[in-house]
C-alpha cells in the first residue's frame, strides 16, 4: 500500500483534518470607509462565501492545494446614493466641462457597463433614477477593484482591464491583503449608503379578490396605492403597489413579518400577516395579499390642493376624488363652494350646476378603485387684502356608508358656522342629528388667545349662539363632537376680518389650527393670498402655535411641496424625494393630489419618491402661470410620541439633470394648553382694574393697576407668534412700555405680580 493511501486511512481513522489556508482581506470605499455586508466568492464549490464584517473585512478559508478566484459581489438597491446630481457630474466630464477626478469615480460613471463614457450612460442613469429600468446593465449595482492595482492611466481606466477578482491557485500558505475598493455604479459624488446593503427584495401582488377564492383569477382586479410593511430585526421596510397591483420592496437579509395595511373597514384580507418570510441574499422572495369585500359599499373621498392664491392672478384649485370602497360608486358627483372673491371661474369638467358659489360636477360611476381629477380656474378678486385668507370646500356624492356606526354614539352631529353681523362676530352652533346625552366642551379663540370656555348640551335641532364683539381679530369657536361620532373628534368655524374701524386686521391664524374636514367625502383648504413667494418650498398644515408650531398629540399633518421650473429650458422630468422622519408613520402616508400626473413609489425605511416623468414644465421666463407644480400628502404620527416630540421635514426636488433643490425645513412641536388663557375682562384678580393707554400705540404705552398693589411686577409682551418680544420688571400700580421698533401689528400680553398671572389682553402697535 502506497503512504499516500495509508495517510489517508489513517486520516479517516483517526480523524485527522485537512490542512487549511485563509485568504483574508478587506473592502472599502476609495475614501477608506469600510463596507459592510458585501458577499465574498470564493470561486470553490467547496469554499462557502463569507460575508464582510463590520469593519469590512472577511476571511475564507482554502484547503491545502485549493484553487479558487476571490471576487466580492453585491446587487444592492441600484438608487442608493443615486441622484440627479450624478448624473449633471457624469455629463459635464463627458463634455469636457469638469472632469471626474478619480478612476472609480469614472468606472461608477460608467453604468451601462460598456467600457466608456457616453451620453448612453446618462440615459439609463436616468432611466433608473426615474424608476423606468428597475436596475443598472448586468444587474451590477456594485463593482470591486483589486486595491492593489495601479491604473496605467487614471484619467481613462478603461484602458487597459482592471482586475475585479484575485485567482489563487494551489494555495499552501495564508494569503492576506486581498483588498478591495467598492465601485457605487452611478454614484459619482459618494453619497450611497455602506452600513446595511438592501441586497434582498420582497414583492407580491395586491389583488381585489372578487370571487373569494383567495387565490388570483381572471377576474380579480389590482389595488393601487396600498402599503405594504415588512418587519424584523434589521428594521422596518415599506413598500407600496402600483396601477398593476405590484410591489417592491428592497431590505436587508433576514426574516420578516409581511403585513398589508388596511384602507378602511370595508375591506379584509384572507392573510394580513405572513410571519417568518425569509428574506435571502440576492433573492426576490414573493407575498401575495388577497383582499376581499366585507360589505359592498361605495367609499368616496374628495381632496382639494392648489399651489398658491396670488391676487389679480389666474390660480387653479385641483379636486381629487377616489372611490376606495368596495363597490361602485354610481353617478358621482362633487359640489365645490368657493370662496367669495374667487372671479372669472372656468373648469376642464364642465359643471352640472351652479347655485351662488357652489358649482356641482358630475363625475359618472367610480369603480373600487379608481380615481379621478379636474382643475377649476379662477382669479382672485383684486379687491382682497393681502394676506387675507380664502377658503374652499368640497363634497362628493354619495356620501353614505353601509357600515353601522359604534352603539355608543348617540348620533349627535354638531355643526358650528361663522359670519360678520354688523359689529359683532356671531357664531351658531346646530346639533344636526340625535339629542346629544352628554355635555361636551367648546372653546372660543382670539387669533391665539383663549377667551372662553364653556360647555353645552343640545336636543336634536337644536343650537345655540355665541356672540363676540368684532375687534379685526381673527375668531375661532372649537366645539368637541359627540362621543364615537363616526367620522369627527371636533367642529370649528373661523372668522377673519370683522372689523371695527378703529384696530388693523389680524390675519394669519386661520391656517395655525386644524380644518374640521375629518370626514373623507368633505375637504376644506385655506391659503392666505401672497405677494411674494419661495418658488420651491414645504408647508406643513396646520402651521401650529408659537414660534415652536406647537399641535396636539396624534394631530395627523398634510405637507405641500411646491416647485417652479426658474431654469432656461422646459423641464422633462421631476423628481421630489421626501425621507420621512423617524416620528410619523410612513405606512398612513395618503396621496392628497398633485398639480400633474406622477407616480408614487414608497420604499426603504420610509422615503416617499414622486415621478413626474414627461412632465414637460415650461420655463418661467417663456410660461410663468404653467411654470408650477405641486405635490400634497397626509401622514399621520407614530403612535406613542411624548409631549415635546419635534417633527421636522424637509424634502428635496431634482429638475432633470440638475442638482436638488433642498426645500425649508418644517417643524411642529407636539404639545397641549399652548394657547395663552385670557379671560374676557382681561382681569384675573378679583377687584383689579387695569388700563392700557394709548392703544393702539405707535410706540409709548402706559399700564395702569387700582385694587392690587404689585411688589413684583412683570410684564411680556409676545408676537402672534407667541414669541417674546419685550420684558420688564416693575413695582407699583403702573409701568410704561416702549414698543419702538416693533413692526406693525397685533400683540399680546400678559402682567404677573410674584409669578402669578393677573392681567393679560392685546396691544395694537400701529
Same mark, same amino acid.
Given at each position: 500500500m502506497s503512504l499516500v493511501l495509508l495517510l489517508a486511512v489513517a486520516a479517516l481513522q483517526w480523524g485527522w483534518s485537512q490542512q487549511t489556508y485563509t485568504v483574508s482581506g478587506i473592502v472599502t470605499l476609495e475614501d477608506g470607509t469600510p463596507v459592510p455586508g458585501v458577499e465574498v466568492l470564493s470561486g470553490n464549490a467547496n469554499v462557502p462565501s463569507v460575508f464582510t464584517n463590520s469593519d469590512g473585512s472577511y476571511e475564507l478559508e482554502f484547503p491545502a492545494g485549493g484553487d479558487g478566484v476571490v471576487a466580492p459581489f453585491n446587487d444592492s438597491n441600484p438608487i442608493n446614493g443615486v441622484s440627479s446630481f450624478d448624473l449633471v457630474l457624469i455629463w459635464k466630464h463627458i463634455a469636457g466641462i469638469t472632469l471626474l477626478d478619480s478612476p472609480y469615480k469614472i468606472i461608477a460613471a460608467d453604468v451601462d457597463h460598456s467600457n466608456t463614457l457616453n451620453p448612453a450612460d446618462t440615459s439609463v442613469l436616468r432611466s433608473v433614477i426615474l424608476g423606468l429600468l428597475p436596475n443598472f446593465p448586468n444587474n451590477t449595482s456594485w463593482r470591486f477593484v483589486d486595491a492593489n492595482y495601479a491604473f496605467p492611466n487614471p484619467g481613462n481606466p478603461f484602458e487597459a482591464t482592471f482586475p475585479e477578482f484575485l485567482n489563487v491557485n494551489a494555495i499552501s500558505s495564508d494569503i492576506t491583503g486581498v483588498d478591495f475598493i467598492a465601485v457605487k455604479v452611478g454614484d459619482v459624488?459618494?453619497?450611497?449608503?455602506? @452600513?446595511?446593503?438592501?441586497?434582498?427584495?420582497?414583492?407580491?401582488?395586491?389583488?381585489?379578490?372578487?370571487?373569494?377564492?383567495?387565490?388570483?383569477?381572471?377576474?380579480?382586479?389590482?389595488?393601487?396605492?396600498?402599503?405594504?410593511?415588512?418587519?424584523?430585526?434589521?428594521?422596518?421596510?415599506?413598500?407600496?403597489?402600483?396601477?398593476?397591483?405590484?410591489?417592491?420592496?428592497?431590505?436587508?437579509?433576514?426574516?420578516?413579518?409581511?403585513?398589508?395595511?388596511?384602507?378602511?373597514?370595508?375591506?379584509?384580507?384572507?392573510?394580513a400577516s405572513v410571519p417568518?418570510?425569509?428574506?435571502?441574499?440576492?433573492?426576490?422572495?414573493?407575498?401575495?395579499?388577497?383582499?376581499?369585500?366585507?360589505?359592498?359599499?361605495?367609499?368616496?373621498?374628495?381632496?382639494?390642493?392648489?399651489?398658491?392664491?396670488?391676487?389679480?392672478?389666474?390660480?387653479?384649485?385641483?379636486?381629487?376624488?377616489?372611490?376606495?370602497?368596495?363597490?361602485?360608486?354610481?353617478?358621482?358627483?362633487?359640489?365645490?363652494?368657493?370662496?367669495?372673491?374667487?372671479?372669472?371661474?372656468?373648469?376642464?369638467?364642465?359643471?352640472?350646476?351652479?347655485?351662488?358659489?357652489?358649482?356641482?360636477?358630475?363625475?359618472?360611476?367610480?369603480?373600487?378603485?379608481?380615481?379621478?381629477?379636474?382643475?377649476?380656474?379662477?382669479?382672485?378678486?383684486?379687491?382682497?387684502?393681502?394676506?387675507?385668507?380664502?377658503?374652499?370646500?368640497?363634497?362628493?356624492?354619495?356620501?353614505?356608508?353601509?357600515?353601522?356606526?359604534?352603539?355608543?354614539?348617540?348620533?349627535?352631529?354638531?355643526?358650528?358656522?361663522?359670519?360678520?353681523?354688523?359689529?359683532?362676530?356671531?357664531?351658531?352652533?346646530?346639533?344636526?342629528?340625535?339629542?346629544?346625552?352628554?355635555?361636551?366642551?367648546?372653546?372660543?379663540?382670539?387669533?391665539?388667545?383663549?377667551?372662553?370656555?364653556?360647555?353645552?348640551?343640545?336636543?336634536?335641532?337644536?343650537?345655540?349662539?355665541?356672540?363676540?364683539?368684532?375687534?379685526?381679530?381673527?375668531?375661532?369657536?372649537?366645539?368637541?363632537?359627540?362621543?364615537?361620532?363616526?367620522?369627527?373628534?371636533?367642529?370649528?368655524?373661523?372668522?377673519?376680518g370683522c372689523p371695527d374701524g378703529f384696530n388693523p386686521m389680524s390675519y394669519g391664524f386661520f391656517n395655525l389650527f386644524p380644518m374640521p374636514d375629518e370626514a373623507p367625502f368633505e375637504d376644506i383648504d385655506c391659503q392666505d393670498n401672497i405677494g411674494s413667494y419661495d418658488p420651491n418650498d414645504k408647508t406643513g398644515f396646520p402651521l401650529g402655535v408659537g414660534e415652536q408650531r406647537f399641535i396636539e398629540l396624534g394631530q395627523p399633518l398634510d405637507y405641500l411641496i411646491r416647485f417652479q421650473n426658474t431654469g432656461t429650458d422646459t423641464a422633462f422630468n421631476i423628481l421630489v424625494i421626501d425621507s420621512l422622519p423617524q416620528t410619523v408613520d410612513?405606512?398612513?402616508?395618503?396621496?392628497? @393630489?398633485?398639480?400633474?400626473?406622477?407616480?408614487?413609489?414608497?420604499?426603504?425605511?420610509?422615503?416617499?419618491?414622486?415621478?413626474?416623468?414627461?412632465?414637460?414644465?415650461?420655463?418661467?421666463?417663456?410660461?410663468?402661470?404653467?411654470?408650477?407644480?405641486?405635490?400634497?400628502?397626509?401622514?399621520?404620527?407614530?403612535?406613542?410620541?411624548?409631549?415635546?416630540?419635534?417633527?421636522?421635514?424637509?424634502?428635496?426636488?431634482?429638475?432633470?439633470?440638475?442638482?436638488?433643490?433642498?426645500?425649508?425645513?418644517?417643524?411642529?412641536?407636539?404639545g397641549e394648553d399652548f394657547l395663552m388663557e385670557v379671560s374676557a375682562a382681561q382681569t384675573l384678580v378679583k377687584g383689579l382694574e387695569m388700563e392700557v393707554f394709548p392703544n393702539p400705540t405707535q410706540a409709548i404705552a402706559n399700564f395702569r393697576f387700582k385694587g392690587h398693589d404689585l411688589k413684583e411686577g412683570q410684564l411680556t409682551l409676545f408676537d402672534q407668534y407667541g414669541q417674546s418680544v419685550r420684558q420688564m420688571a416693575f413695582v407699583g400700580n403702573a409701568c410704561q412700555l416702549d414698543g419702538s421698533g416693533l413692526a406693525s401689528g397685533v400683540y399680546f400680553f400678559k402682567v404677573e405680580d410674584a409669578g402669578m398671572g393677573i392681567a393679560s389682553g392685546k396691544l395694537i402697535v400701529k
Open positions: 459624488n459618494a453619497t450611497s449608503t455602506t @452600513g446595511a446593503f438592501l441586497n434582498s427584495s420582497i414583492r407580491g401582488n395586491v389583488y381585489f379578490d372578487q370571487d373569494e377564492t383567495c387565490t388570483h383569477t381572471p377576474g380579480d382586479t389590482p389595488l393601487t396605492n396600498w402599503k405594504v410593511v415588512a418587519t424584523g430585526n434589521n428594521g422596518t421596510f415599506y413598500g407600496n403597489t402600483q396601477a398593476n397591483g405590484d410591489y417592491l420592496i428592497f431590505l436587508t437579509p433576514g426574516t420578516y413579518d409581511v403585513s398589508i395595511v388596511q384602507e378602511n373597514s370595508l375591506w379584509a384580507p384572507c392573510t417568518n418570510i425569509v428574506a435571502a441574499l440576492q433573492t426576490a422572495t414573493t407575498v401575495d395579499f388577497a383582499e376581499q369585500a366585507v360589505e359592498n359599499c361605495a367609499a368616496m373621498e374628495v381632496e382639494l390642493s392648489t399651489w398658491f392664491l396670488r391676487r389679480c392672478f389666474a390660480n387653479s384649485y385641483m379636486v381629487n376624488y377616489c372611490n376606495q370602497g368596495t363597490e361602485t360608486a354610481a353617478d358621482a358627483s362633487v359640489e365645490v363652494t368657493l370662496d367669495p372673491y374667487f372671479i372669472n371661474v372656468g373648469s376642464t369638467l364642465p359643471w352640472a350646476s351652479v347655485n351662488g358659489n357652489a358649482y356641482t360636477f358630475n363625475v359618472g360611476d367610480v369603480e373600487p378603485g379608481e380615481c379621478g381629477y379636474f382643475y377649476i380656474h379662477f382669479e382672485v378678486d383684486c379687491n382682497a387684502e393681502l394676506g387675507q385668507t380664502h377658503c374652499t370646500s368640497a363634497h362628493v356624492y354619495p356620501d353614505s356608508s353601509c357600515v353601522e356606526p359604534n352603539a355608543l354614539w348617540s348620533g349627535a352631529d354638531l355643526l358650528v358656522s361663522g359670519e360678520c353681523v354688523g359689529d359683532d362676530v356671531v357664531f351658531t352652533i346646530t346639533n344636526t342629528g340625535d339629542d346629544m346625552t352628554e355635555p361636551v366642551e367648546y372653546v372660543v379663540i382670539e387669533d391665539i388667545m383663549i377667551q372662553l370656555t364653556e360647555s353645552l348640551q343640545l336636543p336634536a335641532g337644536g343650537s345655540e349662539t355665541v356672540t363676540r364683539t368684532a375687534n379685526g381679530a381673527t375668531w375661532r369657536l372649537e366645539t368637541e363632537e359627540a362621543a364615537y361620532h363616526p367620522y369627527e373628534t371636533f367642529a370649528s368655524a373661523t372668522v377673519e410612513p405606512a398612513s402616508i395618503h396621496i392628497l @393630489g398633485s398639480s400633474h400626473p406622477m407616480s408614487f413609489v414608497l420604499g426603504d425605511r420610509g422615503v416617499a419618491r414622486f415621478y413626474f416623468n414627461s412632465i414637460m414644465l415650461p420655463d418661467s421666463n417663456v410660461n410663468e402661470a404653467l411654470s408650477h407644480g405641486f405635490v400634497k400628502f397626509s401622514i399621520a404620527q407614530k403612535p406613542g410620541l411624548p409631549l415635546g416630540t419635534t417633527i421636522e421635514n424637509k424634502a428635496e426636488i431634482y429638475f432633470d439633470f440638475n442638482e436638488a433643490i433642498v426645500t425649508n425645513r418644517t417643524l411642529h412641536t407636539l
